[in-house]
Structure formats: structure tokens, C-alpha cells
């Protein structure tokens, strides 16, 4: 049974930094990547920063620069630096494993303008 909970979102204003945690409970967490996704108001679910268990990032371009992607065998973490409002939506975590994704329940982060 694979379990994760994010915590750290919040509102900030426009300029202001969040810090997402995402722990994960369950089997071969540590070897398997990681990420986050997000689902902004009225919009689809989409990928803002993966990491695998080397350590490899990726991230969408809207965020290049200023969200950085960070692991450690359990833990996923997102640093949201320079945030804008348009970054505003339901922040949700995965795992994946050998190629089933299992997601937390998703914490809100607003950004006021």
C-alpha cells in the first residue's frame, strides 16, 4: 500500500516562496521517481517538476528558474521561489511505480496578485 501527504501550501503574495513537502509511505519509494503535479482553477492536471531516484530533474518551462525539485528516499519537496498568480492551483504529488502513479490528496497554494 503506497500512501503520500503533501503539506506547505498556503496563500503568498505575487514575488513570495512556498516550500511543498510530499511524504510517502509504502514500498520501493526510493527507487522510483518522483514529482509533482498541479491542477490550476477550470484547468487539466499538469507536470511542473519530476525527479528520479538519481537524483535527474525535469521541469515544465513555466517554472524554469524558479521552482527547484528536490528528494530524499521518502520525501519529495518542491521550492516555489518568485511565485506568480498564475501559479495558483491544487499542487498534487506522485510516485511511480514500475509505471502505476499513486498521488497524494493535493494541497492548495494561492498566489494573491
Known amino acids: 500500500q503506497v500512501h503520500l501527504v503533501e503539506s506547505g501550501g498556503g496563500l503568498v503574495q505575487a514575488g513570495g516562496s512556498l516550500r511543498l513537502s510530499c511524504a510517502a509511505s509504502?514500498?520501493?519509494?526510493?527507487?522510483?521517481?518522483m514529482g509533482w503535479y498541479r491542477q490550476p482553477p477550470g484547468k487539466e492536471r499538469e507536470l511542473v517538476a519530476t525527479?528520479?531516484?538519481?537524483?535527474f530533474m525535469r521541469y515544465a518551462d513555466s517554472v524554469k528558474g524558479r521552482f527547484t525539485i528536490s528528494r530524499d528516499e521518502r520525501t519529495v519537496y518542491l521550492q516555489m521561489d518568485s511565485l506568480k498568480p498564475e501559479d495558483t492551483a491544487v499542487y498534487y504529488c506522485?510516485?511511480?511505480?514500475?509505471?502505476?502513479?499513486?498521488w497524494g490528496q493535493g494541497t492548495q497554494v494561492t498566489v494573491s496578485s
Open positions: 506522485n510516485v511511480n511505480i514500475l509505471g502505476r502513479l499513486y
Open positions: 509504502g514500498t520501493m519509494i526510493s527507487v522510483n521517481p
Open positions: 525527479v528520479s531516484n538519481r537524483g
